[in-house]
């Protein structure tokens, strides 16, 4: 994925803000998120807690927050596709490379989660900063003004589903299934028209549209 162009002080800030956020995310995995404390998080991470509340307004803000940083390098990812790519296709690339270089950190932060289910429609919330972002660049490469045409929105939700639909399919399975090869297949769904399989009867699969 494109980078955006960072000074020092950028990205030593960045590299911070990156080691709190790996930190709550293993302890709270390690531990309940409910048992893990702002100073403990900060600790881990060797700042202080000061320096923490730099970063994060909360803890729950470490682990389901969303970072401005990835949305510019998404924003910036997006306008580089090449320009005879779908917005769809390049939506897809675009997603996939940000869930794949954040891979890492998925596993931590549903079982982070799954200790208190709560956070869950909270994770999903804050997706809120990366989906204006997507409108945004949408709207560009089609022409289309946002406000206006229901494209770029559309668009947007409904690749928003597909990675929330990713996430709940993935948790459900114990993560036991390879992440990046649930998102292909939302997107490759999307691509048919939204198809399902029915149950076999006897039979093979049969594909149906929604």
Not at 7 to 19: L, S, V
Not at 50 to 65: C, E, L, M, N
Not at 107 to 117: I, K, N, Q, S, T
Request: hydrophobic share 45%.
């Amino acid at each position: 994925m494109a980078q955006t162009s960072l000074g020092r002080r950028d990205r030593k800030r960045e590299a911070t803000h990156q080691a709190l956020r790996t930190a709550a995310l293993r302890l709270g995995a390690e531990r309940g998120f409910q048992h893990v404390t702002v100073e403990e998080i900060a600790n881990e991470a060797d700042v202080s807690v000061r320096t923490f509340y730099d970063h994060f307004p909360s803890k729950q803000d470490a682990v389901i927050g969303f970072d401005e940083w990835r949305v510019a390098q998404l924003r910036d990812a997006l306008r580089a596709r090449p320009a005879h790519e779908s917005p769809r296709v390049a939506l897809h690339a675009v997603l996939r490379d940000l869930l794949a270089e954040s891979s890492a950190e998925w596993p931590l932060r549903m079982r982070a989660v799954a200790g208190d289910p709560t956070m869950l429609p909270h994770m999903f919330s804050s997706f809120v900063g990366y989906e204006r972002a997507i409108v945004e660049v949408i709207a560009e490469r089609t022409g289309l003004d946002p406000t206006l045409d229901l494209f770029p929105t559309l668009l947007t939700t409904v690749a928003s589903g597909a990675f929330r639909a990713t996430m709940t399919n993935w948790r459900a399975n114990g993560g036991a299934v390879d992440l990046l090869a649930v998102f292909d297949d939302a997107f490759a769904n999307l691509a048919r028209g939204l198809r399902w399989r029915r149950p076999p009867s006897g039979g093979a699969r049969e594909e149906a549209p929604c």
